[in-house]
């Protein structure tokens, strides 16, 4: 066994703890999966080959061209104001199916321990609560979209030119 599977599986085992579970270990696909409040589903995997630790959940399904939305979720993922350090992403969707927000979390092995995951456990599903409320918000449609036949809106958000 590698030493990092080693610190993930050490790891893992004091967040079981904390977490007051039976147990909390990686599975053949080296993933494992954590559901908080009944609500907020958390899949955890360890990837080997890039030596990392990765934390993601499914937000919920977003209408495609939807400006408003794809701006506030830019704006949020800024400097990872609104993601408590997460990353938010778009996974596309094949025709006029909606696309789907996820957000991730990497955390290198060579930062990782014990105490840091669970910090970074603590922090991601506070992220994924709040995207939780903020996602309906985003689904109330209305505001500017963007068209084929039309090209991109563009209201004026402020921004200044030189």
């Known amino acids: 066994m590698s030493g990092s599977r ?3 599986d050490d790891a ?17 696909k080296n993933e494992t ?5 009944q609500k907020f589903h958390v ?9 990392e630790f990765i934390l993601t959940s499914t937000i919920g399904d977003l209408e495609k061209n939807s400006l408003e939305a ?3 979720l830019l704006e949020d993922n800024f400097f990872w104001a609104g ?10 969707a094949d025709g006029d199916d909606a696309d789907t927000i996820i957000i991730k979390e990497i955390v290198p092995i060579a930062m990782f321990d014990e105490e840091r995951l669970y910090e970074r456990m603590e922090d991601f ?6 995207w939780a409320s903020e996602y309906p918000k985003l689904q109330q449609g209305g505001g500017i979209r963007i068209t084929e036949d039309t090209g991109v809106s563009t209201p004026d958000f402020g921004v200044l030119s030189a």
């Open 6 to 8: 080693t610190k993930v």
């Open 12 to 28: 893992l085992s004091n967040l079981a703890s904390r977490l007051k579970l039976e147990s909390l270990k990686l599975n053949e």
């Open 33 to 37: 999966y954590l559901l908080f409040d």
């Open 43 to 51: 899949t955890c995997i360890f990837d080997e080959v890039k030596d």
């Open 70 to 72: 794809y701006k506030k």
């Open 83 to 92: 993601t408590a350090g997460s990353r938010l992403l778009l996974q596309a």
């Open 125 to 130: 599903v506070n992220a994924v609560e709040y």
